[in-house]
C-alpha cells in the first residue's frame, strides 16, 4: 500500500480471489492500517486478454473481451479511503473529523490524534447507501442540525476542517449527534434510514466515494438512502459467474504467435480492413519480419485458427451453460493430451464391475447402482469473471456495471485450473422416486417459499434455478459427499465447490454432480481429487456420505424441523449435518434437506427405489 495521500488514493494489494467475490468493485475492505473502497475498473489496468473462451462468453451472454485484473505490472488494484469521516476513540470527546489525513504526504493512522483532546482516531462504522447501489459518506453536519430550532442553529456553516461534530451511540440501535458551535443536538434511531422510508434520509452526494457522478432526481427527487454499517452484509454482493472450458475450445492448441496476434488488436484490424488480397498480404508480410520474426505462413496459420475459435460460439445461445458441460463430461474424448484445458477419465465400467463383487443388501452395491456414470475430471480450466455488484437493501436492488457507465469494453476475470469428481445419478432410479407423492408433496413447500422470498438469484451458479426434488436431492447428495471427502481425502470444505447439473425436461434431462477444486495458477492441482474417483476410493466416500444423512448431532430437531435458515428454504439441514462455507456452494447454503437422502417414516429413501438384480 502506498502512502501518498494527496488524492487519498491507494493502489492496493488483493488476492486476485479475493479480488472478484468479497473484495471486489465497490466493496469496503479492510487493510492493514484502514478501510477502504475498491474502485471501478475505469481505473484499472488490463493484464492479460483471455484467450479461447468464446463458446463461455456466448453460453454467458458476454459480449466483451476478457482481461486479468493487474496494475502497475502487479496485483495493485486503486482504491480510496473509505469512509472519510474519523471519530474520537476517548468516550469523553467522541468528535468526529473529516479526513484529518488531507494534506499529508503518508498516513499513518496510528499518528492521527484528534484535536480536542488528542486521543486515538477510528474511522466511523456508519455510512449511507441505496438499493440503486449507490454508497457515501454520511452528511453528519445535516443531521445534527436536522431539528435545530433557533435562526442560529439552522444557519450553522459547515466547518469540515475543524472537529466540532460530537457523535455518540448509546447501544447499535441509536446514536446522537451535536454541535458544539450551535449547540444544536439530535438523537436517532438507526431504523428510521430506511431506504424505503420517503421522509428519511436523501443521497445528496456523488454516487460513489470514488466517482464524479452525481446522484440523480428522479421526479425531482433524491434517492432514499439508508443508514447502515460498514460490516452489513447487505452493503455489497458480488456478481460473478464461472464456466468450465469445454471441447471442441479446450482442444485448441496453443501457439506462439497465435497468442501474440490474439493481443494484437490493431494488427488484426488493418489485416481485417485490408482494401485488396496484395495489400493484404504486405500487411501480414511485414508484421511476419518485423514484429514475430517468423514465416507469413504461420500468421496465416494463426488466423484460420483464430476464426474458427470465433466461429465455435456460432450455434450457441445463452443459458446453454449447463446442458453443454454436462454432455462434456458424459462423452468421452480420444486421443487426448495432458495439456488440453478438459481432460477426463471414463470409469464407469470399472465401477460397474467392482458393483458385482458387492453384496446385493449391502448400502455400498445400493450406492454403486445409484451413480450411473462416474468420470475423474483431472484438468479443469474454469473462467471467473466479475460483472457487477449489488447493495440488496431491498428485493429490488439494482445491479451496478464494474464500470459504473458502460464505458469499458472489457471484463475483469480469472482463469483457474484444477480436477474433479462428476458422478451421473441412475435416472431410472431418479425417475421413480421423484414420482412419489410424498416427495412431490415436500417439495412443493420449499418451492412456495422460494418464490414467496422472491431471492436475488443472481449470485447463484444457475440462477434461472426450478425447485424440483431432483434439485434438492443432488444438492443435498452434493453438500454430504463434500463433507465426506474433507473428513476422509484431506481436502478442507472451503476448498471444494459443487456444481449440480439438475433438467427433468423430457428433450435435455440431467441428473449430475461435479466436487472440483480450482486455483489461481496454470500448475493446478496435483491430482488427489482425481484420483479419488477410481472405484475403491470413491465407493468408501459415497457410501459415506449416504449414511451419515441419517443422523444429525442435533436430531430430532434438525430432522423434525419445518423449516430453518433463510426465508425457511433448508428442512432438515442445519451446521452439523449440512451446511457448507459459502465458497463452497453454488446456491447460497439454502434448499437442503438430507430427508431426501435417507427418508424417514413418512418420506420414502432414494436406495428403497434401486431394484436388486
Known amino acids: 500500500m502506498t502512502e501518498k ?98 494534506n499529508k504526504t503518508e498516513c499513518r493512522f496510528n499518528e492521527i490524534r484528534c484535536l480536542s483532546c488528542g486521543g486515538a482516531l477510528q474511522q466511523v462504522s456508519l455510512i449511507q447507501a441505496t438499493p440503486d447501489g449507490y454508497m457515501n459518506d454520511v452528511n453528519w453536519h445535516e443531521l445534527a442540525h436536522w431539528k435545530a430550532q433557533s435562526p442560529e442553529q439552522k444557519q450553522c456553516g459547515l466547518r469540515l476542517n475543524q472537529a466540532y461534530l460530537t457523535l455518540k451511540q448509546s447501544d447499535k440501535s441509536r446514536f446522537e449527534i451535536g454541535c458544539s458551535i450551535c449547540h444544536a443536538k439530535a438523537d436517532y434511531s438507526i431504523a428510521q434510514f430506511k431506504s424505503n422510508n420517503k421522509n428519511g434520509l436523501e443521497f445528496r452526494t456523488k454516487i460513489q466515494p470514488w466517482a464524479n457522478e452525481n446522484a440523480p432526481k428522479n421526479n425531482n427527487q433524491f434517492p432514499q438512502a439508508e443508514l447502515i454499517e460498514i460490516n452489513d452484509i447487505r452493503l455489497h454482493s458480488p456478481i460473478s459467474k464461472r464456466a468450465l472450458v469445454i471441447p471442441p475450445e479446450s482442444r485448441i492448441k496453443r501457439d506462439p504467435i497465435l497468442e501474440l496476434l490474439s493481443n494484437n488488436e490493431a494488427l488484426l484490424n488493418k489485416i481485417t480492413q485490408a482494401r485488396t488480397p496484395k495489400l493484404r498480404e504486405q500487411v501480414i508480410r511485414l508484421a511476419a519480419n518485423k514484429q514475430f520474426n517468423c514465416h507469413p505462413e504461420q500468421i496465416e496459420q494463426a488466423l484460420k485458427q483464430l476464426n474458427q475459435d470465433n466461429q465455435l460460439a456460432d450455434n450457441i445461445t445463452e443459458g446453454q451453460l449447463f ?27 470399472q465401477w460397474q464391475d467392482n458393483a458385482k463383487t458387492l453384496s446385493p443388501n449391502s448400502t455400498a452395491y445400493k450406492a454403486s447402482r445409484l451413480v450411473s456414470q462416474v468420470v475423474a475430471a ?74 414467496k422470498a422472491e431471492l436475488n438469484t443472481n449470485g447463484f451458479d444457475n440462477p434461472a434455478l426450478i425447485v424440483t426434488p431432483r434439485f434438492m436431492l443432488l444438492h443435498a447428495l452434493a453438500h454430504k459427499l463434500i463433507k465426506s471427502l474433507e473428513k476422509k481425502s484431506g481436502y478442507s470444505a472451503a476448498s471444494l465447490r459443487e456444481r449440480i447439473y439438475c433438467s427433468t ?14 486455483v489461481v495458477d496454470i500448475a493446478g492441482t496435483l491430482g488427489g481429487l482425481a484420483e479419488l474417483a477410481q472405484p475403491k476410493y470413491l465407493l468408501g466416500l459415497l457410501t459415506d456420505a449416504l449414511e451419515s444423512a441419517d443422523w444429525c448431532s442435533l436430531d430430532p430437531i434438525c430432522a423434525e424441523n419445518e423449516g430453518q435458515g433463510p426465508h425457511r428454504l433448508n428442512r432438515a439441514a442445519c451446521h452439523s449435518c449440512e451446511l457448507l462455507p459459502e465458497t463452497s456452494c453454488g446456491y447460497g447454503n439454502i434448499l437442503l434437506d438430507r430427508i431426501f437422502i435417507c427418508g424417514n417414516g413418512q418420506f420414502p429413501s432414494i436406495l428403497s427405489f434401486i431394484d436388486k438384480e
Open 378 to 451: 483431472q484438468r479443469l480450466r474454469e473462467i471467473w469473471i466479475l460483472t457487477g455488484f449489488q447493495r440488496p437493501l431491498n428485493e429490488e436492488a439494482a445491479i451496478i456495471p464494474v464500470d459504473l457507465d458502460h464505458s469499458c469494453d472489457w471484463l475483469p476475470a480469472l482463469e483457474l485450473y484444477g480436477e474433479g469428481i462428476f458422478l451421473q445419478i441412475n435416472p431410472e432410479v431418479l425417475q421413480r422416486w421423484e414420482k412419489n407423492q410424498a416427495i412431490i408433496d415436500r417439495t412443493l413447500k420449499c418451492k412456495q417459499r422460494f418464490e
Open 505 to 518: 425436461l423430457p428433450e435435455n434431462p440431467m441428473s449430475g454432480i461435479l466436487i472440483y477444486t480450482t
Open 5 to 102: 495521500l494527496k488524492n487519498k488514493d491507494y493502489n492496493v494489494s488483493i488476492r486476485l480471489s479475493h479480488l472478484l467475490s468479497h473484495a471486489s468493485v465497490g466493496a469496503v475492505v479492510r487493510g492493514p492500517n484502514c478501510l477502504f473502497t475498491i474502485k471501478d475498473i475505469r481505473y484499472w489496468g488490463k493484464g492479460d486478454l483471455i484467450q479461447y473462451v468464446s463458446q463461455v462468453k456466448a453460453v454467458l451472454g458476454i459480449d466483451k473481451q476478457l482481461y486479468t485484473p493487474t496494475y502497475d505490472d502487479t496485483v495493485k488494484i486503486p482504491a480510496t479511503i473509505f469512509p472519510r469521516w474519523m471519530l474520537c476513540s476517548n468516550n469523553h470527546c467522541r468528535k468526529l473529523h473529516y479526513a484529518p489525513w488531507r
Open 323 to 349: 446442458e453443454k458441460e454436462y454432455q462434456a463430461f458424459l462423452t468421452p474424448i480420444t486421443n487426448l493430451a495432458e495439456d488440453e484445458d478438459f481432460v477426463t477419465q471414463h470409469l464407469t465400467q
